[in-house]
Nanobody
Framework: QVQLQESGPGLVKPSQTLSLTCTVS???????????WSWVRQPPGKGLEWIGY???????YYSPSLKTRTSISRDTSKNQFILQLRSVTPEDTGVYYC???????????WGQGTQVTVSF
């Protein structure tokens, strides 16, 4: 069974870069099947917001509202994919999830989520 685990800092200062790592086990992020290795977040009291993904071909796609600040990359030797969100503000506070997508809005595996707070 595929498992995903987020890791990274729980507290980030405004204007800094948030970096989170998703470690995947039980499946390869370089599989020939189409999977979108995705980042999703949930601000307090709000719904889920899609951030972006990297797919099995190493193609990346980002939310239009975040694309100027977002980079998603892979470390295939460790079976990991990494989120970098630059110039963070308190509005970036929330729970960040990594997940595997089969298509738009269709996720079959999720990490447990990690809380990120942007504050001094």
């Amino acid at each position: 069974q595929v498992q995903l685990q987020e890791s990274g800092p729980g507290l980030v200062k405004p204007s800094q870069t948030l970096s989170l790592t998703c470690t995947v086990s039980g499946g390869s992020i370089t599989s020939n099947r189409y999977y979108a290795w995705s980042w999703v977040r949930q601000p307090p009291g709000k719904g889920l917001e899609w951030i972006g993904y990297v797919d099995y071909r190493d193609s990346t796609y980002y939310s239009p509202s975040l694309k100027t600040r977002t980079s998603i990359s892979r470390d295939t030797s460790k079976n990991q994919f990494i989120l970098q969100l630059r110039s963070v503000t308190p509005e970036d506070t929330g729970v960040y999830y990594c997940a595997r997508a089969l298509g738009w809005g269709i996720y079959d595996y999720w990490g447990q989520g990690t809380q990120v707070t942007v504050s001094f």
